[in-house]
């Protein structure tokens, strides 16, 4: 997006950066008028994080959101905006929304990669015990705050038609539009056979509930299936923050990562790609990266929500335990079928990545939000201007 916009947009990306956490590309920063920075502080095992949480569950406010909160990122945001004055800001994720107001007098849009309060709610149904008493609260704070949040923008993104519909249900709005994520034309590599044709990959970034959720039941549930069948399955669950509860599920033939540099060597490794995900919303990357890697694939409906799949051409569709380890243990078991579904997956990704499909759907999307905006307030000379030239910012 970043990059296609940058052809006919004068583009500023703002950010939090971990001390642990790689910077932006330099290529795709060098397409940017500026990039800014801004130190996130408090890790996982910060004790002061720990308190800021348990503050924030007393008060009702969602605990995701409040991780992400920093006063020094809205100063910042507010000064961009007085002296750079861009023409529309735009929010990625439902946790930034909360600084919509550091962007008052702006065009404002919020991409909803997964609507909060969905995500909330499938969290709850699925706890038990304690936890579910914890996440109730949660959820209730969720519904505050997203329905709040969605009345501040001038246009609302979904990635999917199903979270469109979540939105609509708290805020009814023709300002709701769905724009399905791109990527880049895929390279030539793996195929599905790998020379470890008996690998299982499951990718994921585990500060994410719905991917541990995902990844507990891979690995204790589905894959005992799958061994029983093939002893000498490895299942390799790679991504960053693993919690406790699942490093314990390592053993023989699971490995846990943990956060690793770069996927494409995992990727490369794998005979298929399983993703038993039952949580939460957005298009899943884990499943793109897959598909753009050219691999064999094992997926539940959720997993494949937005990316138009077939089931048996591009992918396996699985459900239950046992549908996900015959499934998984059909495709270990024969390598013809896995360069079937490699070579179908190779096709989806070329024709995914259509050059220009994203960038133009946003330009139709600030084209419409603008007039709007002008249409209730009259255009303003510098937008007059900007128009006459083709760019803004």
């Given at each position: 997006?970043?990059?296609?916009?940058?052809?006919?947009?004068?583009?500023?990306?703002?950010?939090?950066?971990?001390?642990?956490?790689?910077?932006?590309?330099?290529?795709?920063?060098?397409?940017?008028?500026?990039?800014?920075?801004?130190?996130?502080?408090?890790?996982?095992?910060?004790?002061?994080?720990?308190?800021?949480?348990?503050?924030?569950?007393?008060?009702?406010?969602?605990?995701?959101?409040?991780?992400?909160?920093?006063?020094?990122?809205?100063?910042?945001?507010?000064?961009?905006?007085?002296?750079?004055?861009?023409?529309?800001?735009?929010?990625?994720?439902?946790?930034?929304?909360?600084?919509?107001?550091?962007?008052?007098?702006?065009?404002?849009?919020?991409?909803?990669?997964?609507?909060?309060?969905?995500?909330?709610?499938?969290?709850?149904?699925?706890?038990?015990?304690?936890?579910?008493?914890?996440?109730?609260?949660?959820?209730?704070?969720?519904?505050?705050?997203?329905?709040?949040?969605?009345?501040?923008?001038?246009?609302?993104?979904?990635?999917?038609?199903?979270?469109?519909?979540?939105?609509?249900?708290?805020?009814?709005?023709?300002?709701?539009?769905?724009?399905?994520?791109?990527?880049?034309?895929?390279?030539?590599?793996?195929?599905?056979?790998?020379?470890?044709?008996?690998t299982i990959l499951f990718a994921g970034n585990f500060i994410h509930?719905?991917?541990?959720?995902?990844?507990?039941?891979?690995?204790?549930?589905?894959?005992?299936?799958?061994?029983?069948?093939?002893?000498?399955?490895?299942?390799?669950?790679?991504?960053?923050?693993?919690?406790?509860?699942?490093?314990?599920?390592?053993?023989?033939?699971?490995?846990?990562?943990?956060?690793?540099?770069?996927?494409?060597?995992?990727?490369?490794?794998?005979?298929?790609?399983?993703?038993?995900?039952?949580l939460g919303g957005g298009i899943r990357i884990k499943v793109m990266?897959?598909?753009?890697?050219?691999?064999?694939?094992?997926?539940?409906?959720?997993?494949?929500?937005?990316?138009?799949?077939?089931?048996?051409?591009?992918?396996?569709?699985?459900?239950?335990?046992?549908?996900?380890?015959?499934?998984?243990?059909?495709?270990?078991?024969?390598?013809?079928?896995?360069?079937?579904?490699?070579?179908?997956?190779?096709?989806?990704?070329?024709?995914?990545?259509?050059?220009?499909?994203?960038?133009?759907?946003?330009?139709?999307?600030?084209?419409?939000?603008?007039?709007?905006?002008?249409?209730?307030?009259?255009?303003?000379?510098?937008?007059?201007?900007?128009?006459?030239?083709?760019?803004?910012?």
């Open positions: 997006m970043v990059d296609e916009l940058a052809d006919s947009h004068e583009l500023a990306v703002m950010y939090f950066r971990a001390e642990n956490e790689a910077p932006m590309e330099e290529a795709l920063a060098r397409r940017c008028a500026f990039v800014e920075e801004v130190p996130r502080a408090g890790g996982a095992a910060d004790p002061r994080r720990m308190l800021k949480l348990l503050a924030a569950f007393v008060r009702g406010y969602p605990m995701w959101a409040e991780d992400w909160r920093a006063n020094g990122f809205r100063e910042r945001l507010r000064k961009i905006c007085a002296h750079w004055k861009p023409d529309v800001v735009q929010f990625e994720c439902h946790t930034m929304a909360q600084y919509a107001e550091a962007a008052r007098g702006q065009i404002t849009i919020l991409v909803e990669h997964e609507p909060g309060a969905a995500a909330a709610r499938d969290r709850w149904q699925f706890s038990r015990g304690w936890r579910r008493l914890v996440l109730a609260r949660d959820r209730r704070a969720w519904d505050r705050y997203e329905t709040e949040c969605l009345a501040k923008f001038d246009a609302i993104v979904s990635l999917t038609e199903r979270d469109r519909r979540e939105l609509l249900r708290m805020r009814p709005s023709e300002r709701v539009r769905v724009i399905p994520p791109g990527g880049p034309a895929p390279a030539a590599g793996t195929s599905g056979n790998s020379p470890s044709a008996n509930p719905p991917n541990v959720d995902a990844a507990m039941r891979l690995a204790g549930s589905i894959f005992p299936l799958v061994r029983a069948r093939h002893p000498d399955a490895v299942l390799n669950i790679v991504g960053e923050a693993p919690p406790a509860c699942l490093r314990r599920l390592a053993a023989p033939g699971v490995v846990v990562t943990g956060r690793v540099d770069d996927i494409t060597p995992w990727l490369d490794a794998a005979a298929v790609v399983a993703a038993p995900l039952r990266d897959a598909l753009y890697a050219a691999k064999a694939i094992v997926a539940s409906p959720l997993a494949a929500e937005g990316l138009k799949l077939r089931d048996g051409r591009e992918f396996l569709l699985a459900e239950t335990d046992a549908e996900f380890a015959a499934a998984l243990s059909s495709l270990l078991a024969d390598p013809a079928a896995r360069d079937r579904l490699s070579a179908c997956a190779r096709e989806w990704a070329a024709q995914f990545a259509t050059p220009g499909r994203v960038g133009a759907a946003c330009e139709r999307l600030y084209a419409v939000t603008r007039s709007a905006a002008e249409g209730a307030s009259g255009p303003t000379a510098k937008s007059q201007r900007d128009r006459a030239a083709g760019r803004t910012r």
